[in-house]
C-alpha cells in the first residue's frame, strides 16, 4: 500500500475513535439536559450521566480501536501472502 493510503487509513481510525468517544458523551449532556429542564429533575443527574456516557465513550473508543487494529494486521498478513504466492510462481 503507499503512503498516501496508509495515512488516509490512519486518519479515518483517529476520525472514528474521537466519534465513538464523543458521541456518548454528547448524548449524555443532552440527555441529562432533557431530564432537568423537561422533567424536572434534579441537577445531580448531570453528573451521574456524564461520567457514564465518558465511561461508555472511552470503552467503544477503546473496543474500536482493538478491532481496528485486528483487521489492519489481517490486512498485512494476506498481502505478506499473496506476495510470497507471487514471488514463487515467477
Partial sequence: MNPFMNAMQALNIIIQSFFNLLTPIGLSILGS???V????MDGWV????????????????????????????????????RARKRKKEK
Fill in 33 to 35: 439536559w432533557l431530564l
Fill in 37 to 40: 429542564e423537561k422533567a424536572g
Fill in 46 to 81: 448531570y453528573a451521574v450521566l456524564i461520567i457514564l456516557g465518558v465511561a461508555v465513550g472511552f470503552y467503544s473508543m477503546i473496543r474500536f480501536l482493538l478491532s481496528a487494529l485486528a483487521g489492519l494486521e489481517r490486512l498485512e498478513k494476506e498481502q505478506e501472502e
